[in-house]
């Protein structure tokens, strides 16, 4: 089994609607992400997570939200759907004791906004 | 915060060649350097990383060299074949003896590696 697990794989939305993309980890690890990523733009943090009581913003939180329901559970939100949230979705992860400090990718998430 | 970027952006080799792409940033503090791989329909996956203290580490046919007085590090691809066909991103980091960052990540925009047979 995948490591890091994201699902729905792929989702179609309309504008307007509330969608939640969910992240589950079997690795241990006490630092969850989400990115987004674009052509041509490759990927941006949306948040971050070093635990279950620390979130914080990454370059591009507007029209997001998180929940850290477990430390092996991180969700993102799109609270009001719109197109241009249109794109691939990652999850990561990553430990505190690792140094070096690389991370763990799911196999993303594709959205469509129509 | 950090600004990084990879040059080429595309790069196209032919089956046996080397292929080589510079990652430049601008946090002089940053003292991790990984590259990672993305193939199609999947995720990034770490393919190798160096630390500050070192100026090269080799992994079979790939390499990374790191110039902390340029700010910049290279992934070096040598006997290329097909399956390295993918994008690979740079993600240089400030991290402490922990692991932990001081801030945000930021990935470099991407290349695009062809390798024709």
């Known amino acids: 089994d995948a490591d890091v697990t994201q699902t729905p794989r792929n989702r179609i939305t309309k504008t307007g609607k509330r969608i939640m993309l969910e992240c589950s980890q079997t690795k241990g690890h006490d630092r969850m992400y989400w990115y987004r990523q674009d052509p041509g733009l490759g990927l941006r943090l949306i948040y971050y997570?070093?635990?279950?009581?620390?979130?914080n913003k990454g370059e591009i939180s507007d029209g997001y939200s998180v929940s850290r329901q477990a430390q092996a559970k991180f969700s993102l939100s799109l609270e009001s759907a719109i197109p241009n949230q249109t794109a691939l979705y990652f999850c990561?992860?990553?430990?505190?004791?690792?140094?070096?400090?690389?991370?763990?990718f799911g196999p993303g998430t594709r959205l469509l906004v129509l | 915060g950090e600004n990084v970027e990879q040059h080429p952006s595309t790069l196209s080799v032919q089956e046996g060649d080397s292929a080589v792409i510079k990652c430049t940033y601008s946090d002089s503090a940053s003292n991790y350097f990984p590259w990672y791989k993305q193939e199609l329909g999947k995720g990034p996956q770490l393919i190798i990383d160096i630390r500050s203290n070192v100026g090269e580490k080799k992994d079979q046919r790939i390499a990374v060299t790191l110039n902390k007085t340029a700010k910049h590090f290279s992934l070096h691809i040598t006997e290329t074949q097909p399956e390295d066909s993918a994008v690979y991103f740079c993600?240089?980091?400030?991290?402490?003896?922990?692991?932990?960052?001081?801030?945000?990540?930021?990935f470099g925009q991407g290349t695009i590696l062809t390798v024709h047979p």
């Open positions: 993600a240089p980091q400030r991290a402490n003896a922990g692991g932990t960052s001081y801030g945000k990540l930021t």
């Open positions: 997570s070093f635990d279950v009581k620390d979130i």
């Open positions: 990561a992860t990553s430990g505190v004791s690792a140094v070096p400090w690389p991370q763990y």
